[in-house]
């Protein structure tokens, strides 16, 4: 049987593995990408940073470049539109290490998009040129690829996501993300995976394929149907960073395993307990909230917990929920 699970070597750096955590606004911070890699996760993606922020000493936008100690692989994903600010800030995220920088060519938040940035770029394949081109001046010589993440195209009347492609690989590009849906599609519909396999078979580079990632299988599904070289899971791992776990296991030929709510919930308290390393107890309790409600969907007595979560505030009520939740499990 071939072992679809197996390392992927991105423009001269070689990744353990082709099982990646996409770059998602809100969820992965160091915290969670620290339980995803525990969870099998082969390389996380931080949050997408903004260019222009970084470039103006934000703060609060060099935290989300922050760090998990069992992170010994990260990505940092930029977005931003203009060629000679990424380029300044492809320089100062080269102090923490990261193994790729990535581009983001694929968000459909109307803020970003008014900025030219995100799906907006994908309108401009020139543009997209060279921006890649400027990251790739200053990151190549530090051994440090460029990547791309980009959709299918800004709408159904222009899906043109081969043209994208080649332009991001034409600038320096050592691979491409294809999230198979149109800006226009936001996270509706259904993704057009056969768009990942007609780009995978096109490119020199590794293509990787983003959408409709939900399960273990999903991901085996999607690397046999597509011939894609990784998959990156984003809603699929929110609440269920085991989905790295089941799909390694079924990558490999093995039985996908059984994630009690013992786990869940043990899980669950880990990424609490690290995000309030990283944040603070009072912030890491308000972001936590949206993230117990993930965990702990469709288990026993989910309703009546998250009800509870929207108003816990400190590290103790959380425990005390985990406590009920595995309580409730238990019967």
């Known amino acids: ?21 996409a770059p998602v606004a809100g969820y992965s911070d160091a915290a969670f990408r620290s339980v995803c890699v525990d969870e099998g996760a082969d390389l996380c993606y931080t949050e997408m940073v903004s260019a222009e922020a970084l470039t103006r000493g934000s703060g609060k936008t060099t935290e989300l470049m922050a760090r998990a100690e069992n992170e010994t692989r990260y990505a940092i994903q930029l977005f931003g539109s203009k060629p000679e600010v990424l380029s300044r800030a492809a320089a100062m995220v080269l102090p923490y290490g990261p193994a790729l920088v990535d581009l983001n060519c694929g968000c459909p938040v109307p803020k970003i998009i008014k900025s030219g940035a995100g799906s907006a770029l994908v309108r401009n394949p020139g543009l997209v040129r060279e921006i890649v081109a400027a990251m790739a001046a200053v990151l190549g010589p530090a051994g440090v ?27 320096g590009a050592a691979a491409v993300t294809l999230h198979a849906r149109t800006r226009a599609m936001g996270y509706s519909g259904t993704a057009a995976w056969p768009e990942i396999g007609r ?10 394929g983003s959408g409709d990632v939900f399960s273990g299988e999903a991901a085996r599904r999607m690397l046999e149907e597509t011939g894609c070289a990784g998959v990156m899971v984003a809603r699929g791992a929110m609440g269920n960073p085991f989905i790295f776990r089941e799909a390694r296991a079924l990558l490999e030929g093995k039985s996908a395993p059984v994630v009690d709510v013992a786990h869940r919930a043990a899980t669950a308290r880990r990424h609490l307990l690290l995000s309030a390393r990283f944040l603070g107890e009072r912030t890491a309790c308000v972001e936590f909230r949206k993230q117990f409600c993930s965990y702990t969907k469709g288990t026993a007595a989910g309703a009546a917990l998250r009800a509870d979560a929207v108003r816990s505030s400190t590290v103790e009520e959380f425990e005390a929920l985990i406590g009920r939740w595995v309580a409730a499990a238990a019967g």
Do not use: C, Q, Y
């Not at 049987?1 to 955590?21: A, D, I, Q, S």
């Not at 690829?145 to 991001?168: L, Q, Y």
């Open 1 to 21: 049987m071939t072992n679809h699970h197996h390392p992927v070597v991105v423009g001269g750096v070689e990744l353990p593995g082709n099982l990646f955590l």
């Open 145 to 171: 690829p460029v990547t791309v993440k980009i959709r299918s195209g800004w709408d159904e009347g222009s899906r043109n996501f081969m043209d994208v492609a080649a332009a991001a690989v034409e600038g």
């Open 199 to 208: 780009l995978a078979a096109a490119l020199a580079v590794p293509v990787f």
